[in-house]
């Protein structure tokens, strides 16, 4: 059975910290990983991973994947207020035109003033 | 990016009855995805829906109680039947997007009485 597993599974902490997310996961057939935040109902895409040891960086967050050993991390640096929210990674798996995304439960992120 | 246009917003049913979603996106798909997520837990998908041809669904989900349709490349529907509160969960639609990953539709909020 595929696997996303997220930690930790909530996170408080104060305006200006950072923050290390955790992903790791075990799927047959591994295409790429993506991280999403969702702040309300709708998922809103972050990153998405294909390539091992590649760091990706929009502002303040960045991520990066290791293929070797099934994990990835998203970093957010400077945090602010407006960074709260629960931050999903997924995993996109399968082969041809079968494949599908893979959540994991998600990281609670509180970010106090 | 693609976007996805998902009605209704949030809705409140009285157990045994039905409830159709429905999303439209603002260009041509291949596949849509359906997936649900209950209070405190993270995305499950429940079905991928292509252009004429029947749904595919997860392990755990059936036609009969899922069914949907998918008349053309931009429009699909979600019906959750016959309805119980173990139902309330937010429900999502997705696209593949070349760009952004994996778009989702603004979600639908049911909850069951």
């Known amino acids: 059975e595929d696997k996303v597993v997220q930690s930790p599974l909530s996170l408080v902490v104060h305006e200006g910290d950072t923050v290390t997310l955790n992903c790791s996961y075990e799927?047959?057939?591994?295409?790429?990983l993506l991280w999403y935040k969702q702040e309300k109902k709708a998922p809103t895409f972050l990153f998405m991973l294909?390539?091992?040891?590649i760091e990706k960086k929009s502002g303040r967050l960045s991520s990066i994947l290791d293929k070797k050993e099934l994990f990835s991390i998203l970093n957010i640096t400077a945090t602010q207020t407006g960074d709260s929210a629960i931050y999903l990674c997924?995993?996109?798996?399968?082969?041809?035109?079968?494949?599908?995304?893979?959540f994991g439960k998600g990281t609670l992120l509180t970010v106090n003033p | 990016s693609a976007v996805i246009s998902q009605k209704p917003s949030r809705d409140i049913c009285q157990r045994g009855t039905s409830l159709t979603i429905q999303c439209q996106v603002d260009?041509?798909?291949?596949?849509m995805f359906w997936y649900r997520q209950q209070p405190g837990q993270s995305l499950t998908l429940i079905a991928t829906?292509?252009?004429?041809?029947?749904?595919?669904?997860e392990s755990g989900f059936v036609i009969d109680k899922f069914p949907i349709s998918r008349p053309n490349l931009t429009f699909s529907t979600l019906t959750v039947s016959n309805m119980s509160p173990e139902d309330s969960s937010i429900y999502l639609c997705s696209v593949e997007d070349i760009w952004d990953g994996y778009t989702f539709g603004s979600g639908t909020r049911l909850t069951v009485v």
């Open positions: 260009s041509q798909v291949t596949m």
């Open positions: 799927v047959t057939n591994f295409r790429s």
């Open positions: 997924a995993v996109l798996n399968g082969g041809g035109s079968n494949y599908k995304l893979t």
């Open positions: 294909t390539s091992s040891g």
């Open positions: 829906a292509n252009q004429g041809s029947e749904a595919t669904y």
